[in-house]
């Protein structure tokens, strides 16, 4: 016996008028959403274009602001690196100076201290601590003092230095570092979505953490600035400082210098005046030396006349005494006699001690000329230091401006 096939069960009509419906409700709620979708999607899609290009517009719009303030800082660090460049120029121009006037003082400071060594060779009375002698070591004391004080001044000026050239490190830093900035920033704002080399940077999207914020970024410049600036401050004013001591020592070198040359020349006119004054003594001297000697002549000769007479007298003496007997008087004649050779004899004795006393006077005469003689000596001998060597080295000395 055949088996009978067993068949699916067959629907409705009603069922299957529902199920075409349910069909159609299906399809048309899945279109409805897709085209609410469709439309939410192009909806959505217009937003974040607008949203993307605002965005973009908006951090272009920052990015040239960067840039601007970038600029801004740029500029006012080149023109402090430029003021500061001057600085130190002028700066080494000054120190040159005070070199320079460092090293002119030393020649006159040496013919100071040569015409004290030359000076004490002066003999005699004439070495004396004159006015001159107070000078010229015044004035070692002076340029010795200048020579300190700008010393002084090279090592200041020299710190001075260094820090504009430190200020400058910083500012060369900080632009170095500003132009690499702006090279990059203006590299982001010409980018655009259609350049190339664009592409994903995976783990970009952070925070560097050794990044600052814009007042640390703006407080470093302004601190280098300022910086900057405090040093150009201290430049202009130790240039200022420099200008009056460069100005002050010359002026007190100048005026101790003329101070010293006029005590030298007044000292060489009192010793000139001193040595003519000896040589006229010396010349009376030597004119009362020869009338001395002619005086003493004379003396000698009236005490040979005296001879004579004396013999004279005496022989009369001894012939009268040869009268006889009554005729050995004791008549005027023998008294006469006998008081002209006492007479004779005192006056050939006043003449002898007038004689003693020329002959005395001629020594003293002629101890007296060798004195003047060493002592115009010694003043030419003076006169030698003062006015050839010393005045003459001194005319090397030129103190200009410094």
């Known amino acids: ?25 299906k399809a048309e709620s899945q279109r409805s959403r897709s085209e609410r979708l469709v439309a939410e999607s192009q909806r959505l899609v217009d937003e974040i ?23 801004f800082w740029k500029k006012e660090l080149d023109s402090k690196l430029e003021d500061t460049v001057n600085d130190i120029a002028q700066l080494l121009a000054y120190k040159i100076r005070l070199e320079k006037a460092l090293e002119s003082c030393r ?10 060594i030359e000076r004490e060779k002066r003999i005699g009375i004439d070495l004396v601590h004159d006015e001159a002698e107070r000078e010229l070591i015044k004035e070692v004391e002076v340029i010795q003092g200048v020579m300190t004080l700008l010393e002084r001044t090279i090592e200041q000026i020299t710190e001075q230095i260094r820090m ?10 900080d632009l170095k570092d500003k132009f690499q900035a702006l090279k990059i ?20 999207v952070r925070i560097e953490a050794n990044s600052v914020t814009p007042i640390e970024w703006e407080d470093y410049t302004d601190t280098n600035i300022l910086k900057a600036e405090k040093q150009r401050n201290n430049a202009i004013a130790l240039r200022s400082l420099i200008d009056g001591i460069l100005s002050e020592t010359a002026g007190d070198m100048c005026k101790q210098c003329d101070t010293v040359n006029y005590a030298l020349k007044n000292r060489i006119q009192e010793t000139k005046d001193a040595k003519n004054k000896l040589e006229e003594h010396l010349a009376k001297v030597m004119d009362e030396i020869s009338s001395q000697e002619k005086n003493i002549d004379i003396l000698k000769k009236a005490i040979a006349d005296k001879e004579g007479p004396m013999k004279v007298a005496q022989t009369r003496l001894d012939t009268r005494t040869l009268r006889p007997n009554v005729e050995l008087c004791r008549d005027p ?43 115009i000596q010694v003043k030419e001998n003076s006169l030698y230091i003062d006015e050839v060597i010393c005045m003459q080295m001194r005319e090397a000395i030129s103190i200009n401006a410094f």
Not at 2 to 12: C, G, N
Not at 49 to 70: C, F
Not at 164 to 173: D, G, N, T
Not at 354 to 375: D, I, Y
């Open 185 to 204: 920033d203006n590299h982001c704002t010409a980018l655009t979505n259609n350049s190339p080399g664009i592409d994903y940077s995976p783990n970009t």
């Open 333 to 375: 004649v023998q008294y006469r006699l006998i008081n002209e050779v006492q007479e004779i004899t005192t006056n050939i004795e006043r003449l002898r001690e007038t004689l003693s006393q020329a002959e005395t006077e001629l020594k003293a005469l002629n101890r007296n000329q060798l004195s003047l003689e060493e002592e």
């Open 107 to 116: 020649e006159p400071l040496s013919i100071a201290q040569q015409c004290l």
């Open 49 to 71: 274009e607008k949203t993307t290009q605002r965005s973009q517009k908006d951090v272009n719009k920052k990015l040239d602001q960067r840039l601007e303030e970038m600029q």
């Open 164 to 173: 504009s050239r430190s200020a400058k490190y910083s500012l060369e830093k």
């Open 1 to 25: 016996m055949a088996k009978l096939v067993q068949l699916p069960p067959k629907f409705l009509p009603k069922e299957w008028n529902i199920a075409n419906k349910t069909c159609y409700a």
